[in-house]
């Protein structure tokens, strides 16, 4: 039975061996495979706030019944997904803007347009700049336009019409 016992036992042990091989392996594998993690993720500096970033849409409406908005240009920061497309706003059309809302940080992008008679001259100029800074102060400011129109503004949304 001596001989039949060692035997087992022999087996027993170089299975144990494995397992504790094994278990070590996974234990080596883990510390010095572990993927990195990077915060913040690469491209984005660190500034050292935690704040939650979100959008807020701006609207402007052409009123005009004979007037094509076209864009000059598209500044500053603050365009979700960086500046947009330049789209002419047609007669009684509608263009929005998503700026970001960040309560840690102010926003502040502008925009330019001419506005285009259908023959294609110049009736006017208008440009202003979208304005966010936290969640509770989103606003048009600094609105100036040009030639026979009006603007209103109602927090988020720019009207323009002719006078």
Known sequence: MNGQFETMNGKRTSIGIILVLFILLVIVASVFCSPKI???PSGQPDDGSSSITSSQRFTINNLTSNYWFSPVSFTGDGFENGPPVMRLIPPEGIYGFEILVSASQVY???VVYNII???GSTAGTFETTM???GPFFVTFMNTSITGPF???TARTTLSVSSS
């Open 117 to 119: 008679r259908r023959d």
């Open 38 to 40: 990077q915060y913040p």
């Open 150 to 152: 009006i603007q209103n």
């Open 108 to 110: 502040s992008p502008s």
């Open 131 to 133: 304005f966010t800074n």
